[in-house]
């Protein structure tokens, strides 16, 4: 069982406050502006992830600045006063020099920026990041250079069927909520925000108390916790309050269906029923359910669909978000197979499950199978901060600890409930993909 404890370790700086312990990950907050710090110290190699995940996402963009988090994300990268690439000393290279490696990544619920390095290189991925928190330049050159690359970006998006597929069947899942749209953001956004308008999204959000910094692996607490004190403690909490998403989605009362027609090969579909929030225990539920239909050759849909000829390949996902989200069960259709067939052969193995339930056995197949796949996600400081980054953009990096322990309580009427309670006609959206003929 997961242990958590609030009792805290010895020897962290006056600055640091230590709030509780979680299956060997320890959580801090800087007293001067409330950053937060997750520390989990591993043995082994020299090497140390950090990761700073801000709690703003697509989400929180409001309509004409879609996509502003994305594209800060590129322009953090372009630089402060003191690394910028005029002086030598850009974060890409910067970073690169000493064997780190380097990224960042944006989606519906969060931002995280992160560097994998040699432990002791660790004081200079904290300088970087303490120092973009605020300080990035937001150049009005680099932002145009910026939104060229993020445009040629989307169209590349925008000419793969299957991305476009899933964009049009949240785009008409969601009506109300800002899930509705794409983290990349809409085209004519992309093309009219302006260096003022990302700058005052930058000021809203980018704060020390709205961000979460993660380190993992080989380091010393005492002098870790000393360099986060030195670096992030002059940074001051935001002047403001931060802005939350007030929007819920209105109930869904009935189907709702798009087609994607563009040239391509193989046909697709996709289904995606209105799922509870991450941290409802439904939704370890339906992580299951996933497995149990559309994981392996014993699952549901490939021995119904793939075996007998009709997809290629089906897929099942529960995408885990902090509001209610979309479980979504996706199919390549099988050359000279129709749209039609596949759709009600998939609706009639769910069916089936809401009818009949489904066995012990296919419950601990799908049991281990996650545990495996979480043990692959959890193998070295770069997976095991991936994973943390998810669990904060749901809102509790304690469901990274506690998720094998909540999957042991879940049962085969568990399974079914949540089957019969989501995965109905009224909280489902279609998408047809139509390969069009040349």
């Known amino acids: 069982m997961t242990e958590t404890t609030t009792a805290p370790p010895h020897d962290i700086p006056a600055a640091v406050e230590f709030q509780e312990a979680s299956d060997g990950i320890e959580c801090y907050r ?8 997750l520390l989990l110290p591993q043995d082994g190699a020299p090497v140390a992830t950090s990761m700073v ?14 996509g502003a988090t994305h594209m800060l994300e590129h322009l953090m990268f372009k630089g402060t006063e003191r690394y910028h690439k005029r002086k030598g000393t850009s974060i890409f290279g910067t970073l690169q020099r000493v064997g780190a490696k380097v990224n960042a990544s944006t989606w519906l619920d969060r931002t995280n920026y992160y560097e994998m390095l040699p432990t002791q290189h660790l004081p200079l991925a904290l300088d970087v990041e303490a120092d973009r928190m605020r300080g990035a330049l937001l150049d009005p050159g680099d932002v145009e250079d910026e939104r060229t690359v993020i445009l040629n970006e989307r169209d590349r998006n925008q000419n793969d069927p299957v991305s476009r597929l899933f964009d049009e069947v949240w785009g008409a899942a969601f009506v109300a909520h800002p899930y509705h749209h794409p983290t990349i953001g809409w085209k004519s956004d992309i093309e009219s925000i302006t260096p003022d308008g990302l700058r005052e999204y930058y000021d809203t959000f980018y704060w020390p108390n709205n961000a979460t910094l993660s380190i993992v692996g080989q380091f010393d607490r005492p002098e870790v916790l000393a360099e986060v004190a030195e670096r992030f403690g002059q940074i001051d909490a935001a002047p403001h309050e931060i802005p939350q998403v007030t929007t819920a989605e209105p109930e869904q009362s009935g189907p709702r269906r798009v087609t994607v027609r563009q040239d391509g090969q193989l046909g697709a579909v996709l289904m995606g029923f209105k799922s509870p929030p991450a941290l409802d225990e439904d939704s370890d539920v339906l992580d299951v359910l996933a497995r149990i239909l559309a994981s392996g050759k014993k699952s549901r849909l490939y021995r119904r669909c793939t075996d007998q000829g009709l997809t290629s390949d089906v897929f099942g996902i529960n995408f885990r978000l902090r509001d209610p989200g979309l479980f979504s069960v996706f199919a390549y259709l099988a050359p000279d197979q ?3 067939t596949v759709e009600d052969a998939i609706r009639e193995t769910i069916v089936g499950v809401q009818e009949d339930g489904v066995t012990q056995e296919e419950l601990d197949r799908a049991r281990s199978q996650l545990r495996a796949q979480i043990a692959f996600d959890r193998d070295g400081p770069m997976r095991v901060a991936s ?9 509790d990096w304690k469901l990274y600890t506690q998720y094998l322990d909540r999957l042991d309580q879940i049962t085969v009427q568990d399974v079914q409930r949540v089957a019969q309670t989501y995965l109905t006609s009224d909280k489902m959206t279609v998408g047809q993909y139509v390969p069009s003929e040349a």
């Not at 995940?53 to 879609?66: A, I, L, M, N, P």
């Not at 994973?387 to 809102?395: F, I, K, S, T």
């Open 30 to 37: 800087l007293t001067e502006n409330d950053l937060r710090i």
């Open 53 to 66: 995940t801000y709690h703003v996402g697509s989400r929180d963009e409001r309509t004409g600045h879609t």
């Open 338 to 340: 129709d749209h039609e």
């Open 387 to 395: 994973q943390l980054n998810e669990a904060l953009a749901a809102g």
